[in-house]
């Protein structure tokens, strides 16, 4: 099993439909991250959580709302979203946020079309 | 604060050259030095780091870099260019010590082997 897993792969939904990506890691790390990449665009990090506490919010709009129940899973709940925020959602950990030599274990991502 | 620059969004190489990808960094201390790898439609993978120690470090697939203090320089390079090292090539950077430890990644490389 991968160190980070990221449910579903593809999606597809409507304007007006709401649902959620599952990011789910089996690494023992400390922090979560949410990344969105765009076609022709460099990553942009959304959203931070350190030991389940959010860290950084970075502008994202509020049809995106992020949840880290737990050190192991990451949700980005989706609702009223637009065709621009068609993307590959990438999910990320670390072992922590502050500091460390350790780079980033990323999932395979989400693909997001929205019609 | 850290920031990277990845010289060069489109690199084109043929089969069996020479690949040289170009990563500079800005960091007031010694930073820590990653490079990423990332096929299509997946996530990122870890091709190597630098933290402390021998300044060339070797990483998957035959690649290596080698960190330059005096260039403040990173770059990854790989003797003999396979069809397969097609991807996106992305240099990030962290702080050693920090209040915000996070990785900062560069726009990002899209290397081309042709046959």
């Known amino acids: 099993e991968t160190g980070v897993t990221q449910t579903p792969r593809h999606l597809v939904m409507g304007m007006t439909n709401k649902k959620s990506l599952k990011c789910e890691q089996h690494?023992?790390?400390?922090?979560m991250y949410w990344y969105k990449q765009s076609a022709k665009k460099p990553l942009e990090l959304m959203f931070v959580y350190s030991l389940e506490e959010r860290v950084e919010n970075n502008s994202v709009p509020s049809r995106f709302s992020p949840e880290c129940p737990n050190s192991s899973h990451l949700f980005l709940h989706l609702h009223t979203l637009q065709p621009e925020d068609s993307a590959l959602y990438l999910c990320?950990?670390?072992?922590?946020?502050?500091?460390?030599?350790?780079?980033?274990?990323f999932g395979s991502g989400t693909r997001l079309t929205v019609v | 604060a850290q920031s990277v620059t990845q010289l060069g969004s489109h690199v084109s190489v043929s089969e069996g050259a020479l690949v040289l990808l170009r990563c500079n960094y800005s960091?007031?201390?010694?930073?820590?030095l990653f490079w990423y790898v990332q096929y299509p439609n997946q996530g990122l993978q870890l091709l190597l780091k630098y933290t402390t120690g021998a300044t060339l470090v070797k990483g998957i697939n035959g690649f290596e870099a080698e960190f330059k203090k005096s260039e403040t320089s990173f770059h990854l390079t790989k003797p003999s260019a396979h069809m397969s090292d097609a991807a996106e090539y992305f240099c990030?950077?962290?702080?050693?010590?920090?209040?915000?430890?996070?990785?900062?990644f560069g726009q990002g490389t899209t290397l081309q082997v042709k046959p």
């Open positions: 990030a950077v962290r702080a050693p010590t920090s209040n915000t430890g996070k990785l900062i």
């Open positions: 990320a950990s670390s072992q922590d946020y502050w500091q460390g030599a350790d780079g980033y274990t």
């Open positions: 690494l023992g790390h400390n922090a």
């Open positions: 960091s007031s201390v010694p930073p820590y």
